[in-house]
């Protein structure tokens, strides 16, 4: 069970190549515009690309689109919405309710007006939706971007604990601390390129 | 039949008001009197014309210069749906979806109504055929190219939304559904408000023509109601097409969002 890209290359990315297996977190940082959320939209399939990536040993081109998005799960960093109301957003709201606990939301978040959440109840809830039916791998686009420092602690816990349930994560930061708490792997992005680090 | 002849001076005598508006808009600087005034001698020449293209087409009665007839009208409708588009497909798509749709609704519409219900002698007869495609193409016309317009511009503006669920692993169509919702509603909004309308608030205008020109009323009103249900026909069954159609342009094999084969906005 591992995520492999090989020779990723748009009209902004170079020959990206990477590898994260399951129960693994890689860390992707660089500074913006160097291509960092391109190339996890290009790894979720969401835009045309060329190269390949495979999960457990099937190539994205053999799977069809939504099957592979099913598995492989780009969490951006602003959550959008559909619906007026949170609940809808969500597969199983029993799940969602129980998970919502853990990052310090109320159990009634689920009846929520989408208007009337505030910035960082919409990262944890997008975060969440996304997360919702254990998908194999995550894509995660600075997931505690917009939380203070306790509240991105709890989101910490949930994505260390999604690994040690097998998950592969390649997490985008642009913090140095969060990188050292959680990467076991380390890529680095410079203008389209990507190179592993130390 | 009694009709009541109307000369040139009668015309003149109406157009009285249309010239007061203008004289108003003059003298209260309302800025509108040049548009009036342009609109105005546009439609004289635009009616006149194809009252004198009409009397022609009758007389000769073939079914090519039917067929030719239609064709420029097809080409004038297509041009007028890629015209009104805020944002519209880039390439041929921008012309050919609209035309395509609004051309095989209208022309299967018509073609059911001329076999069977009205069956005129020939079947091509330039004097149903034309007037009735006319009728049908037009509002299959307003119809799609609002539904298309829609269709982009929610596209467009409900783009973080809709890739949101395409990451979620729903299916183009299952994520496009709401922009799609709202193209067919907004698509057949003037049609419903007409038939929300006809005969309480207002006379239809071909029925009003009819029953001036000395036609029975209860032959009047049957005659609307077949243009009614042809209309509607013709409206649902193009819009649905093109809604499709421009759904399915508007993403790829791979059900990602492709915003980038829209031409930039007007």
Redesign the interface.
């Known amino acids: 069970m591992r995520l492999i890209a090989k020779g990723i290359t748009t009209s902004v990315l170079t020959d990206c190549s990477l590898e994260v297996p399951g129960g693994e977190i890689g860390t992707l940082r660089g500074p913006s515009g160097a291509g960092k959320s391109l190339l996890l939209r290009a790894i ?5 690309h060329e190269g390949e990536v495979w999960f457990d040993g099937v190539a994205q081109s053999e799977t ?4 592979w ?2 598995q492989v ?2 969490v ?1 960093a ?5 619906d007026d109301c949170v609940g809808p957003h969500f597969r199983s709201l029993d799940e969602a309710r129980a998970m919502a606990g853990l990052l310090d939301l109320p159990k009634d978040c689920m009846t929520w007006q989408v208007a009337r959440l505030s910035t960082g109840e919409k990262q944890r809830l ?1 975060f969440l ?2 997360v919702e039916d254990r998908p194999a791998v995550l894509l995660l686009d600075e997931p505690t971007a917009a939380l203070d420092a306790e509240t991105g602690q709890n989101v910490e816990t949930m994505i260390r604990s999604l690994r040690d349930d097998g998950a592969a994560i390649l997490l985008v930061t642009h913090s140095d601390a969060q990188a050292n708490r959680l990467a076991d792997r380390r890529y680095a992005m410079e203008t389209g390129r990507l190179k592993a680090a130390v | 039949m009694n009709v009541v002849s109307l000369t040139v001076w009668d015309l003149a005598a109406v157009s009285v008001f249309v010239l007061l508006s203008g004289l108003l808009s003059l003298r209260l600087s309302l800025g509108v009197e040049r548009q009036l005034l342009i609109a105005t001698v546009r439609m004289v020449v635009q009616l006149s014309a194809v009252g004198a293209v009409l009397t022609l087409l009758f007389s000769v009665a073939s079914l090519p210069w039917t067929l030719l007839m239609a064709l420029v009208m097809v080409l004038f409708a297509g041009r007028e749906i890629a015209a009104r588009q805020h944002r519209r497909l880039s390439g041929w798509w921008g012309y050919g979806l609209g035309t395509a749709t609004m051309t095989l609704a209208a022309a299967t519409v018509t073609a059911v109504a001329l076999l069977g219900s009205i069956q005129p002698e020939p079947l091509y007869d330039p004097r149903y055929a034309i007037p009735l495609f006319g009728m049908v193409l037009g509002n299959a016309m307003t119809g799609i190219s609002l539904g298309l317009d829609t269709l982009t511009t929610a596209a467009v503006r409900e783009r973080p939304a809709i890739e949101t669920r395409i990451a979620l692993g729903a299916t183009r169509f299952e994520a496009l559904r709401p922009a799609m919702q709202e193209a067919m509603r907004r698509g057949f909004m003037p049609m419903i408000n007409a038939m929300a309308a006809a005969g309480v608030v207002s006379l239809p205008g071909m029925m009003t023509g009819q029953i001036l020109a000395g036609i029975p009323p209860a032959e009047a009103v049957r005659y609307q109601l077949l243009i009614m249900f042809l209309i509607i026909g013709a409206t649902g069954l193009g819009l649905l097409c093109a809604v499709l159609g421009g759904a399915w342009r508007l993403t790829d094999h791979r059900h990602r969002l492709r915003t980038d084969r829209l031409a930039a906005a007007k």
């Not at chain 1, 069809?64 to 099957?67: D, E, L, R, V």
């Not at chain 1, 602003?78 to 559909?82: G, L, M, V």
Request: charged share 30%.
């Open positions: 979720a399939d969401l835009d045309p069809s689109g939504p099957q998005r099913r799960r780009l951006p602003e959550a959008a919405w559909w997008g939706r996304a």
